[in-house]
């Protein structure tokens, strides 16, 4: 019962979804601020969910059944991941060996379920935009894991949360030392690309491949993947403050660092032009790679 | 062909904000063949000027464009003058210019916005289209209108541009000018806009030659033509300007053509603000007698053509036009095969293409199908709203 709770209810899904389409919104009102415009009020991402929940669900012609089941599988496990983050931040030491490993793998599930769901979908551009998000995924998993790694070098080799957690604690976060803040640099930039925010917002290009891998979504599936930005919004965020930031994790300084985070994300997206997939798998297996491999030297060195 | 993957920009696309059909043929990423279908927004507007007299033409022609609304009536006036040797006022010529420098910048402003638009930069297009506000302002300050001003007249303008309104305009320009060099460094030395349209889309100068293009297309690759300097019109050869080239013809070449124009324009409308002489502004023609006429302009995104024939009645027999976007947009064929898709969205979008918006509006209560808004009140709330503009900006009334 308590792990369904957990699931579902607090620290899962139910209350990541409300905490990440918040953080949408937040994203939507700093961006039309930055644009001169007004921004929607506060429950405006709620309404677009609820509205897209009565919409008809299209099914193209051509398509196989996983274009609908693979929504499903990206929303599932970032439930997971949020109740194995949330846990962690609430009930530190209450966490399984390898559960960072655990949280690695189910992050990098929504970008597969929204290539599968796009190549099932039978559509030209949604099996570019599809393309393009695996180009992607490969690109930007790099210099992610090698960010991750520093950390885990700087934890003594852990690969449990909770220590990682515990270690900031007694030592200081980890983004003050050299290594952990060129880390935190690089991890900040792959999730750019993870939420699919400019410049990395290759795969949906709206004036290039009109939504590319969400063309053929409508409706209910729709509405999942929104969840799923959403969700990511929330999630990604707070993976980044319990690996570089977490010091202090009582909820006014979590709920500080979580905006500041938010707000570094934002002003990213809004202060760049979308690059070519070319060039973003350059940046991130050249100059990102060999940025994240001097953190990790750092890391060794001590630094 | 037939096994390629085919991805369609158009008829309706986010991209394009008209109808027009792009083909792409695509392996992969790669474009490698292009069709480019236009037609969609044919409205037979030289068959309808037959049916039209003179003065109504003016009206008429403003119609086929909404961002360049003022080149084809001047294009048409100087044709017209040019059928009936018409001599101008020299303050209808000054006026004239004044208001296609204006056009200018706000169609190069918004073009700039769009562009960014298609690279996925929106912030830009947002700003890009709030500073394009003042100076749409300006227009509805002299003319009463943001768009189609109806300013031109055959023999020379309908509105004056009163001495009390100059201060204003002044101003106003003043206020564009570190806009302009805002907009100069956060486009021009932008790392990544630059890692996105250097060296993307490239027209040569011998495929500049090859394919006629005009206007800033053409300057973007090299060719140092501008009809304003090279068959002067209006009073551009009484007023000091340079004519902005660029070698390279790629996209930021032809970004950086149409941002350094912006600052020519202002010191253009400046030069002719000051120079602008008293007196008379139109010289009231009364007849058109048989012949032909041709007139040509640099609109804003190139040379502009009309060829007018009367037979001496009150309407011609036969009226020409050839719009700048035409040769330009045929260029994509040589820009965008051979880029990406990504290359291809702002290629397509480079040679700015112009798109026309001349729909009205009525709103109707369902329940008793009465119009609560109808023609004449909206064009009551626009002349409401142009008197409190003018108001906010300190000057007299429209006369």
């Known amino acids: 019962m308590k792990a369904l709770f957990y699931y579902f209810i607090f620290p899962g899904f139910l209350f ?7 953080a949408c919104w937040v994203d939507r009102k700093v961006t039309a601020r930055l644009q001169w415009r007004v921004g929607p009020p506060w429950y405006q991402n709620f309404v677009d969910i609820i509205k897209l929940l009565g919409k008809e669900i299209i099914f193209p ?6 274009f609908l089941l693979a929504p499903f599988l990206g929303v599932l496990s970032l439930g997971l991941v949020s109740t194995i983050l949330g846990l962690n931040i609430i009930y530190p030491g209450q966490g399984f060996l390898g559960d960072l490993i655990v949280v690695l793998y189910l992050m990098t599930i929504p970008a597969i379920a929204m290539i599968i769901g796009a190549s099932a979908s039978a559509n030209p551009l949604a099996s570019v935009g599809a393309s393009r998000e695996m180009k992607l995924v490969l690109a930007y998993e790099l210099p992610f894991l090698l960010s991750v790694i520093t950390i885990i070098l700087r934890s003594g080799g852990s690969i449990q949360l909770g220590n990682i957690l515990a270690h900031q604690v007694s030592f200081g976060s980890n983004i003050i030392s050299f290594s952990g803040a060129i880390a935190f640099i690089v991890a900040i930039l792959c999730i750019q690309a993870k939420l699919g925010f400019a410049p990395f917002d290759i795969s949906e290009a709206e004036q290039e491949i009109m939504a590319g891998t969400l063309i053929e979504y409508s409706g209910l599936p729709l509405a999942i993947f929104k969840l799923i930005k959403a969700l990511l919004l929330y999630t990604l965020p707070i993976f980044l403050i319990t690996l570089f930031w977490a010091k202090d994790l009582s909820p006014l300084f979590l709920i500080g660092k979580f905006i500041a985070i938010l707000v570094i ?10 690059v ?8 991130f297996w050249g100059k990102l790679t060999l940025v994240a491999l001097i953190g990790l030297i750092l890391a060794i060195l001590g630094l | ?33 292009i069709d480019i279908v236009i037609g969609y927004l044919h409205r037979g507007i030289e068959k309808l000027s037959e049916s039209k007299h003179f003065d109504q033409v003016a009206f008429l022609v403003e119609r086929i464009c909404g961002i360049c609304s003022n080149s084809h009536p001047i294009a048409y006036c100087q044709a017209m003058e040019d059928l009936a040797g018409i001599q101008v006022p020299e303050k209808a010529l000054y006026i004239r210019t004044i208001i296609a420098e204006l056009e200018r910048i706000h169609s190069h402003l918004l073009w700039l916005g769009l562009a960014g638009h298609f690279i996925g930069y929106n912030t830009v297009w947002m700003w890009a289209w709030k500073y394009r506000e003042p100076v749409l302002d300006m227009f509805e300050m002299i003319s009463g209108n943001r768009n189609h001003y109806a300013m031109m007249k055959i023999g020379g303008v309908r509105r004056d541009i009163l001495d009390e309104d100059i201060p204003a305009l002044k101003k106003t320009l003043d206020d564009l000018v570190p806009i302009v060099a805002m907009f100069k460094g956060a486009v021009m030395d932008d790392p990544v806009i630059q890692s996105r349209l250097k060296g993307v889309g490239i027209l040569t100068k011998q495929q500049a030659i090859d394919w006629c293009v005009v206007g800033p297309t053409a300057r973007a690759s090299g060719l140092n033509m501008d009809l304003r300097r090279d068959d002067p019109y209006a009073a551009y050869d009484m007023v000091n300007w340079k004519v902005i080239v660029q070698e390279e013809g790629d996209i930021f070449a032809k970004t950086v053509v149409r941002i350094l124009e912006l600052g020519e324009s202002i010191s253009i409308i400046r030069q002719c603000l000051d120079k602008m002489p008293k007196g008379e502004f139109d010289a009231n023609v009364k007849q058109i007698p048989a012949g032909v006429g041709i007139g040509r302009i640099e609109a804003p995104r190139g040379e502009c053509f009309h060829y007018v024939k009367s037979d001496g009645t009150n309407r011609p027999i036969r009226h020409k036009i050839r719009a700048p976007s035409y040769m330009n947009v045929a260029s994509n064929k040589v820009g965008a095969v051979g880029g990406t898709i990504s290359d291809a969205a702002i290629t397509l979008a480079a040679v700015d293409p112009c798109y026309c918006c001349t729909e009205r509006t009525a709103v109707i209560e369902k329940s008793s199908d009465r119009k609560i808004l109808n023609g004449f009140d909206l064009i009551k709330l626009s002349q409401d709203k142009t008197e409190a503009l003018k108001e906010r900006m300190g000057h007299g009334t429209i006369k």
């Open chain 1, 16 to 22: 990541s979804v409300v905490i990440g389409l918040l």
């Open chain 1, 61 to 66: 012609e051509g398509a196989k059944i996983t």
């Open chain 1, 265 to 274: 994300i934002i002003l990213i997206k809004n202060t760049n032009p979308r």
């Open chain 1, 276 to 283: 070519r997939i070319d060039q973003a798998v350059r940046f």
């Open chain 2, 1 to 33: 062909m037939s096994h390629k993957v085919v991805v369609p920009i158009g008829p309706y696309h986010p991209l394009q904000e008209e109808p027009e059909y792009f083909r792409l043929y695509v392996e992969g990423e790669k474009v490698v063949d």
